[in-house]
C-alpha cells in the first residue's frame, strides 16, 4: 500500500472475517475518500464486490460519474480503480462475496497500464 494513499483513506469492516460481527463468505463495510484521491488498478481474486454511493462523487476505471444513491458491481477478476471528485470526501458502503479462502486472502494491485477495459 503507497504511504500517500494510506493517509487519503479508511476502511470499516463491520461484518466479516475480520470484522466485529463474524462472517466467513460475505464481508460488509464502508469506505471512505478524500477528495481527489486515485485508488490504484486492482482486482480481487475469487471476489464479487458491489459498492452503494452514500455521499460524494467517484468514478470507476474513468468510466462514469456515479453520484449518491449509485450501485457498481464487479465480478470476481475485474481490474478496477477508483477516482474521487475534487471537492468532497466520498463514502462508499461496500459488499464481497467469495469463498472463506479469498476473503481472508490479500487484494492484488495490477501494474500500471494494465487495465483491460
Known amino acids: 500500500m503507497p504511504k500517500a494513499l494510506a493517509r487519503r483513506y479508511a476502511y470499516c469492516e463491520v461484518l466479516g472475517p475480520k470484522g466485529p460481527v463474524p462472517a466467513d463468505d460475505l464481508i460488509l463495510g464502508f469506505v471512505l475518500f478524500a477528495p481527489k484521491t486515485t485508488y490504484p488498478q486492482h482486482s480481487h481474486k475469487g471476489i464479487s464486490e458491489s459498492y452503494i454511493s452514500i455521499a460524494g462523487s467517484w468514478s ?6 456515479f453520484a449518491p444513491g449509485s450501485l457498481i458491481l464487479n465480478d470476481d477478476g ?15 458502503a461496500y459488499a464481497w462475496t467469495g469463498a472463506p479462502e479469498a476473503l481472508s486472502g490479500p487484494m492484488t494491485f495490477s501494474r500500471p497500464g494494465t487495465l483491460r477495459r
Open 60 to 65: 470507476e476505471n474513468d468510466a462514469a460519474v
Open 78 to 92: 475485474h481490474e478496477h480503480r477508483i477516482t474521487t471528485g475534487d471537492r468532497d470526501p466520498c463514502l462508499l
